[in-house]
């Protein structure tokens, strides 16, 4: 059981870290940066270090990707090509 | 002992007879882990139907309130005093046509309503609705709260950004603004109720505020935490965006901010959220400062019951409150809001954990 979830929660993360590099927009890559910090959220959590885990979410999707997303957003022009 | 939901359900199954039998059949197959998901399932879906059901009464409340305040009747004619009100707009959001803008980006257009709704959900897990009634009684429950709550302006700022409508951007960039400069005052003050409780869980948080001095006094938090509690309403009406507050949708200003460009069903989705937050923060309110469930018990009745009524009754009281609030108060400005934030609240939560720090030593309390 807790090994099926593990794999799950890997291949989520995994999957969405190649698709940071791999999409074409700059905002796309974040949410999936987003999806990448809360795979690892739940590895920790897997871990039983509950602490850690929501450490993790408050700090890496709360604050980092909401300053990646500002900063995106205000050099937007050079997107639009 | 019975401490969480799951236990609940598992007692009442074994006092009508049947858990000892389902048990059984699942056993028998070596799947007994199918059911304990199962119960889990039934956990949630109680759960959404509480949310959705308190949602449709919360929006009949706020149009009773505001008409309160007005002298009028409000919805009167859908149902007895109006009560139907919110499935006749449910019924007619779901016929709305679900417009997506030519140059939105579709797919996170799309997405943003769902990831607006999901935190407003998850904040309920650890939230303690009476004595065992709590869905799952995390160790670090308030620290889970406060990083759940923290995943909503992304939401927002994507909604904003997705919409590629200039009033939409300038909603979630407000929007956004607002909810970081006020969860700083909110972590600071939910920190010291913690230095009293030693414990983030709330069920401890709830147990610590049982009792009463001189036979009279509840021990609330509010009592030793005057100013805290004070910050904290402060703090949690402007990360609800209600109105004194409500930057990010003020429409003499900015359309309705965010969700401008949404119709229909996604439309419905951000209400949902909203009011769901608004009930969240109050039950989080009532928790902390407010002495959660605790109250007198009465006999022959289950304590599951009358806890839970006990914390509907002062959930519905902060929230009344909050509503009273929208009608009475004019919005400040955008600029008054950020100085009250950093100039204000921040160094106050900062003098009240430092104040907590010198009485917890001291052991006055």
Partial sequence: MIDFVFLIISAVTIISAIMVVQTKKLVHSAIYLAGTFLGTAGLFILLEAEFVAWIQVLVYVGAVITLILFTIMLTRKGEEE | MIENAYQLIVYVLTLLGVYEWIYGIFQSFGIDYVLQIIIVFVEIVILFAFVLVTVMFLTWMERKVVAMVQSRYGPMVTGPRGLLQPVMDGVKLIGKE?????????????????????????????????????????????????????????????????????????????????????????????????????????????????????????????????????????????????IPFDFQESESELVAGFFTEYSGMKFAMFFLAEYAHLFAVSGIIVTLFLGGWEGPALPFIPVQLTSLVIFLIKTYAVIFFAMWLRDTVPRVRIDQLLNLGWKIMVPLAVLNLLLTGFIVVAGVI
């Fill in chain 2, 98 to 242: 679900d417009i997506i803008p030519a140059k939105a980006d579709r797919w996170i257009f799309t997405l943003a309503p769902f990831i607006v709704f999901i935190p407003a959900l998850l904040v309920f897990i650890p939230l303690p609705f009476g004595k065992s009634l709590i869905i799952s009684d995390l160790r670090v429950g308030l620290l889970y709260i406060i990083a759940i709550s923290a995943m909503s302006p992304v939401a927002l700022l994507l909604a904003g950004w997705a919409s590629n409508n200039k009033y939409s951007l300038m909603g979630a960039m407000r929007a956004v603004a607002q909810d970081i400069s006020y969860t700083i005052p909110l972590a600071l003050t939910a920190i010291a109720v913690v230095m009293f409780t030693g414990s983030l869980s709330t069920v401890d948080i709830v147990n610590a505020q049982g009792g009463t001095w001189f036979g009279i006094i509840p021990k609330w938090f509010i009592f030793i935490q005057p100013l805290g509690f004070i910050l904290f309403l402060i703090a949690s009406i402007a990360e609800m965006g209600r």
